[in-house]
């Protein structure tokens, strides 16, 4: 069968090649379907120009990966697509069916099927059941809202334990050189970059994170064997210069993780974690292994400079922990980032400003200041629904939006409070100058002007 993948186009500055859809397809051709991937990051016409895809392309099935952000704006390309070609099976997959099931019922018919957690094996049992007319009832991880979600139907997720024996991302369908410019991490110092996945899962259980509803709370890991394969195939094919880890717990092995960083240390590559590495990880060894592989940005997921409200989010963290990791990965040559939430559950201007005062005292080169959102599903969100005032969109779910704020500061507040902590921190001159530094192509320079109008823009709508 012809699969035609594709997602919303980019709704902030990130332009990064769509790692889970590359693994979908993996899985897909490996079974012998077809697969088309359509990226509006990287191609033209916006919403027309995946309606014209599908037409070209005449799939017969169109699965479309969204965030909570991009709920909307999916079930608009489902529908283009059953304006295109009514005949296609239409599929969602990714954080937000993962999160929210319910979501695809609710959608009234313009998504049929939803994945929920990981998808390679769903989407492929599902593509050989359309194509052959097998049984869909039953396959693990698919959303058929034909039955009800609190039937308890949708618990049963399709998990893989081994990870190595995965197919491969199809890098052949979004050569990393075709994303040029705004990646995931804006500090980056080579292109073309590719974002890679070493593990899946996180067994730590923060109360505001998203994580758990897709990749679950067991980690699972590839081989470094398999991911250093990947990566010197990335090399040689495509040229790829640098490397993104985008796990959610990179160093829970250790053991592990020293020896991907010890194989990489060999390659010449520039290397980041963009999406943050847990601090209490962070010590001498892994520090200057992480150096000696290329690494040249870490951020840290801290959150909050309160040790109450750390404790409130079981994120399981000491803020000397988080001291002591800046200072060993500086002292190491290696740049730090700091990811902060501001306005949690129960949170006051009192402890956001708390948040604030520590990042500044920290020795960060950059701070990302996010609006803590309630993403569904999560504990958090529970508390924040006993406070009030969640919104029902999840178009909202955006960091710059704010789309939530404890009773006692207020969204507007809060908005008032981000920008101050962006503006703060930044103007300084160690971290202007540091950024200056940063700032070496004109890529550079347009991902630096949308990052700070995402933080400065924008207000509670
Ligand atoms: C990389 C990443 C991004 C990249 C996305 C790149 C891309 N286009 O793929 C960027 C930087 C753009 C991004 C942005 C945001 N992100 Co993000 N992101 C991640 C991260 C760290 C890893 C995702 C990843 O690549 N995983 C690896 C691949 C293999 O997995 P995958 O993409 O999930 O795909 C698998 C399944 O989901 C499923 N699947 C996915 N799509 C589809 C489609 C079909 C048809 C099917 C059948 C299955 C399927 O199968 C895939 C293979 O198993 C996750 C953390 C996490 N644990 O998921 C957060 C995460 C998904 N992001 C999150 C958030 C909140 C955001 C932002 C809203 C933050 C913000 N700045 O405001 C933005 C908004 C996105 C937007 N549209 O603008 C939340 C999502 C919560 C939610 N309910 O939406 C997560 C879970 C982080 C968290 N810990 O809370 N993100
Ligand atoms: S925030 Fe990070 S450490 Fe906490 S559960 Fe999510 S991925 Fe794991």
């Keep these: 069968m012809r699969v035609l993948l594709t997602l919303p186009p980019p709704g902030g500055h990130y332009r990064v090649p769509p790692l889970g859809l590359l693994y979908l397809a993996g899985a897909l051709r490996r079974a012998g379907h077809q697969v088309v991937l359509h990226d509006p990051a990287v191609e033209r016409g916006g919403l027309r120009g995946i309606a014209r895809r599908v037409r070209e392309a005449r799939p017969g099935l169109v699965g479309v990966s969204a965030h909570s952000s991009d709920w909307r704006v999916a079930q608009g390309i489902l529908q283009a697509a059953r304006d295109a070609v009514p005949g296609a099976v239409r599929v969602a997959g990714g954080a937000h ?7 695809v019922a609710a959608s009234g018919g313009v998504v049929q099927y939803g994945v929920a957690g990981e998808g390679e094996g769903p989407l492929v049992a599902l593509a050989d059941a359309i194509e052959r007319g097998g049984a869909i009832a039953g396959i693990p991880g698919v959303v058929d809202p034909a039955v009800p ?5 949708f618990a049963a997720r399709w998990v893989p334990e081994d990870l190595d024996a995965l197919a491969m991302p199809a890098w052949d369908l979004a050569p990393p050189g075709r994303y040029r410019g705004a990646p995931q991490g804006f500090a980056f110092r080579r292109l073309p970059i590719a974002p890679i996945l070493t593990s899946r899962g996180c067994p730590h259980a923060c109360t505001f994170c998203g994580g758990a509803a897709v990749t679950g709370r067991r980690f699972r890991a590839r081989s470094p064997a398999s991911v250093l394969a990947e990566v010197a195939d990335l090399v040689a094919r495509f040229g790829v210069r640098e490397v993104h880890l985008v796990d959610d717990a990179f160093a829970t092995r250790r053991d592990r993780a020293l020896e991907i960083l010890d194989g990489l240390a060999g390659m010449d590559l520039a290397l980041s974690f963009p999406n943050g590495l847990r601090a209490d990880a962070i010590d001498d060894a892994l520090a200057s292994a992480l150096r000696r592989a290329g690494t040249h940005t870490v951020n840290l997921g801290i959150e909050s400079g309160s040790p109450a409200v750390m404790a409130r989010v079981a994120k399981g963290l000491d803020l000397d922990a988080v001291r002591c990791a800046a200072s060993r990965l500086k002292a190491a040559g290696i740049e730090v980032g700091g990811f902060f939430l501001l306005g949690l559950p129960g949170e006051t201007v009192r402890d956001v400003e708390g948040t604030v005062r520590f990042a500044m005292d920290l020795p960060l080169d950059r701070a990302h200041f996010s609006a803590f959102l309630p993403l569904p599903g999560t504990e958090a969100t ?8 969640v919104p029902e969109d999840p178009s909202l779910l955006r960091y710059d939006a704010v789309p939530w704020a404890p009773a006692a500061i207020g969204r507007a507040r809060l908005k008032a409070l981000q920008r101050g902590a962006f503006l703060r921190f ?17 890529a550079h320079v347009l991902a630096l002007v949308s990052r700070a109008s995402s933080y400065l823009g924008r207000g509670p709508r």
């Design 97 to 103: 069916v993962s999160a929210d099931p319910g979501a």
């Design 149 to 153: 979600v609190a039937a308890g139907r």
């Design 382 to 389: 529970r508390q924040a629904v006993a406070e009030g005032g």
């Design 426 to 442: 930044h103007l300084r001159p160690r971290i202007l100058w540091g950024l200056a530094r940063t700032l070496r192509t004109p």
